[in-house]
């Protein structure tokens, strides 16, 4: 089982319970980033353990699986491990890997290697919920043998001299998606289990927000509630493909009942469930979609949805005069004081998100081409599609100091406090941990925010922060200032609804620069 960085190995009695061990580790955060680790391994093996029919693999399969052992010998720390040469050893060189070479050569065609390495396969194999037949392991093994001999000739051909580009990396076809199709014969993968394969696929987590996570698992952990209630069964135990449409729909009902809005159960909990088992479809986990088609009907009367709304000019002239009058109290700290101050001119001028602009940072206000301009990025924190843009500022936020106020804050975020107990700079963030001790302080200034606009703003059906995305988006497409939509979506990261649509933009920061500055300023003087 993968522990940290080692693995550890753990036997098994017929009759054990429960699988008991150290994480090898006393720092909290770490001990729940490596129980998660070895739990969603566990899971694994078991669904490949209860697998009744082995998978075949194909070839180009695994010549694709064999590309890590590639990519392993072809490591200098990995080669330097496995041909027991020290790190500061001065014999690592041409002589010794043609040795090498020559004796791996020897043990593959003796079949001694494929025999070494195949407990490890197997392991691997179970770690990606998988069990493959035979004449599948059979080729397997050949290939991660012929993979392991190339990255030995990689050693040798670095030791020569040659540090030109791998000509045998490019061979190996990405690692296809075989946890899922290893998975797709275990009929009783449960509703936790699924919704953690599709939180936990690279695709997804490359491109589903933390925010839709969350949502998401809060969907699937009521619904496998109600289900294990109306079955008398403990939860979590509830198979994803005995879900039927009517439970769905008597779910949905009994959220109606508690009082939850027809547009939060449409919207939330039944688009949850319709994607991720529509997910589960498309990769042979379940043969239909028990969600699909369930929606109920809203009775508007003439009203438009809660947060699909942007101000009335009105409304927005009173938020901007109630933060241009702002001044802290002696219990608001300087960055809230100054969030409050600006992050509501700078959504104004831009339909941002609130969270992108409460995440700002000193060195994210810079000279573009000449102009000031911000950059929205992931590197500052959190951003929900994971890209980074430049939107020019607007004439009248540098009238009214912004730059000024920027040049004068300390270096950092300018309007939030990372948590200092997590906070690392440079790392990685991801759905499931906040190394960089964002979150928090961005949802509590979130909710300043909202609070401070609900101040001069009471209307239900306008959202207090993305309202000004809202209008923002409707302003630019008035005929008076006729913005082009490429444009208009490009301030807001909004995906071009046809690729055609952004030809003809040379320079994108230059359209949007043109755009912005015909923008009417707002006049709250």
Known sequence: ??????????????????????????????????NASVLAYLENVFAALRCTKPRSLSHRECVGLSGGWYRGWASEETARHYAKVEPESPEFNEQLWKSVLAKEQKRIDSGETQREIAPRVDAFLLGKGLRIDTNSTEMLLRECAKARLEGI??????????????PKAGRFPPSLDLTQAGAASDKGLTLDALFKKWRDHPENK?????ATVRAYDRAFRALDAFVAEKRSVPPLTIPAASITRAEIQQFAERRLDDGTSITTVNDGDLAALKSILGWAVKRGLMTGNAADGIRFKEDKKGKRPTGKTGFT????????????????????SAKMEAAKRWVPWLQAYSGTRVGEMGQLRRQDIRLHNGRWALEVTPDAG???????????????????????????APAGHLFITPNPKVYKADAPDTRSKDPRGILGPLSALNNRLAEFAREVVKRPDVAPTHGWRHRFKAKGRLPSLNIHPFVLDAFSDHAPRT??????????????????????????E
Do not use: C
């Open 313 to 332: 000019e009105e409304e927005a002239i009173a938020i901007l005069r109630h933060a241009l009058a702002h001044r802290g109290s002696g219990r608001e």
């Open 1 to 34: 089982m993968p522990v940290g960085d080692d693995l550890v190995e753990h036997r098994v009695g017929r009759n054990a319970e429960h699988i008991v061990l150290s994480l090898r580790t006393a720092d909290k955060s770490e001990i729940f980033t490596r």
């Open 499 to 524: 690729e055609g649509e952004g030809y003809g933009f040379n320079d994108l920061f230059e359209a949007m620069a043109e755009a912005i500055d015909r923008v009417p300023r707002y006049k709250v």
């Open 382 to 408: 959190k951003q929900k599609r994971g890209n980074a843009w430049l939107i020019p500022l607007h004439p009248h936020l540098l009238e009214l100091g912004f730059v000024e106020f920027v040049k004068a």
């Open 153 to 166: 000739e990689s050693q040798l051909r670095n030791a020569k001299g040659d540090y030109s580009p791998d």
């Open 206 to 210: 490359r491109t589903v927000s933390q």
